[in-house]
């Protein structure tokens, strides 16, 4: 299946040869006026559903959010929510469009979301919320934001694994640092009992060992 990007850019700016910057952003704003234009055009009338059931139109504004949430599109994710698409909507994985925006890295997307009321700890089905993922990502400014806007820095997914301990597993220790800053738990285990300071050591990761001592960690060595 097409993704949106696909369906809704016109072949004349599908096939701009791109050759500096500027070409670029002319391109990205030309794809942004026609996504928004037809997105406009495709959605329907209202006509009234069911109780507990879902309207086409309905359904066409969320997943559409999501896939314009994937490309890191601002102005259509503002148009689509000025439209009535459902900020905290999750994809059948359980990815919400802020899940989504910080798994792909757009800072502006991240706070756009947030701006309209995303919830800042919903979880996709595994138990992994959009600080995890920015961590395992190593988003290091989408972090910052997340934690400023109150995300749990201690929420584990479903193994049990914090932000804290992607970020000693995958060895960023600008990500621990700030981790750590904001008090995350140095000692926190997954549920065989792994805990950041295990991760770290199995991995090589000296420096972050030595963070991690520093902080306090230790206790289940």
Do not use: W
């Not at 993704?3 to 809704?8: D, H, S």
């Not at 700016?13 to 055009?41: C, G």
């Not at 757009?106 to 089905?125: P, Q």
Request: aromatic share 6%; glycine share 6%; net charge negative.
């Amino acid at each position: 299946m097409q993704n949106i990007n696909e369906r809704l850019i016109s072949p004349e700016t599908e096939n701009e040869s791109i050759t500096d910057n500027q070409q670029v952003e002319h391109m990205d704003e030309r794809v942004q006026q026609t996504n928004n234009i037809q997105i406009r055009n495709l959605i329907p009338v209202e006509n009234g559903p069911e109780i507990g059931q879902e309207s086409d139109n309905e359904f066409f504004r969320n997943s559409t959010l999501h896939e314009a949430c994937y490309s890191g599109h601002d102005r259509t994710v503002q148009f689509l929510l000025n439209q009535g698409a459902e900020v905290n909507r999750c994809e059948k994985d359980g990815e919400s469009p802020l899940y989504i925006s910080c798994d792909n890295g757009h800072i502006s997307t991240v706070k756009l979301l947030l701006e309209n009321n995303a919830d800042v700890d919903l979880c996709d089905h595994t138990g992994k919320s959009p600080l995890y993922i920015s961590c395992n990502k190593k988003h290091k400014c989408i972090v910052y934001i997340l934690l400023s806007k109150g995300a749990d820095v201690n929420f584990c997914d479903n193994r049990g694994r914090s932000p804290l301990y992607t970020a000693c597993d995958n060895g960023y220790e600008d990500i621990v640092q700030i981790l750590l800053t904001n008090y995350a738990n140095v000692n926190l285990c997954d549920e065989i009992g792994s805990s950041p300071l295990h991760a770290a050591c199995c991995k090589g990761y000296g420096s972050i060992v030595q963070i991690l001592l520093r902080s306090g960690a230790g206790e289940f060595m």
